[in-house]
């Protein structure tokens, strides 16, 4: 495992070059399901080569970015499309399986925002956060 100064290191989204990314994203006026699944399916593929290309270069971390699933947390994201994407998420889980990396998720429009209400640094202030609500009970 690669670490700096006792900080293990990784890839965050994507190569530098941006040939592969967990973050590709479409226009919104193109929001469809066909469209969705398509684009998580690829970002999910680029995962794969990236979690190889991780371990070949013994990277012990990978940050996700917010767009692994494009538009998940806006209102008019029509919750019954989550149906495929958990079972594409389902197949892809035994890929996580196989390497030894930390993966993690990096902030969206919904993450909360850290403040110092009392002068303390890193202490959470008052902001309301919008949770996400998944029930896939009203499809």
């Not at 890839?11 to 226009?27: I, P, Q, Y």
């Not at 979690?51 to 917010?66: A, M, P, Q, V, W």
């Not at 389902?90 to 909360?112: A, C, D, V, W």
């Given at each position: ?8 290191l ?44 991780s ?15 494009p ?21 892809f ?7 030894n ?24 202030g ?14």
């Amino acid at each position: 495992m690669f670490e700096y100064r006792g900080f293990r290191l990784g890839f965050f989204c994507s190569t530098s070059d941006g040939k592969l990314t967990t973050n590709r994203r479409f226009r919104f006026t193109d929001l469809r399901q066909d469209k969705l699944l398509q684009i998580v399916e690829k970002n999910l593929s680029d995962f794969e080569e990236l979690l190889e290309l991780s371990n070949k270069l013994g990277l012990g971390i990978f940050r996700l970015g917010s767009y692994l699933v494009p538009f998940i947390s806006h209102p008019k994201f029509n919750k019954c499309w989550l149906k495929n994407v958990e079972m594409i998420l389902k197949e892809f889980s035994p890929t996580l399986r196989r390497y030894n990396i930390r993966i993690t998720m990096h902030p969206g429009q919904f993450s909360p925002k850290f403040t110092k209400p009392s002068g303390r640094r890193g202490i959470l202030g008052g902001v309301k956060v919008p949770l996400l609500d998944f029930r896939l009970s009203r499809c």
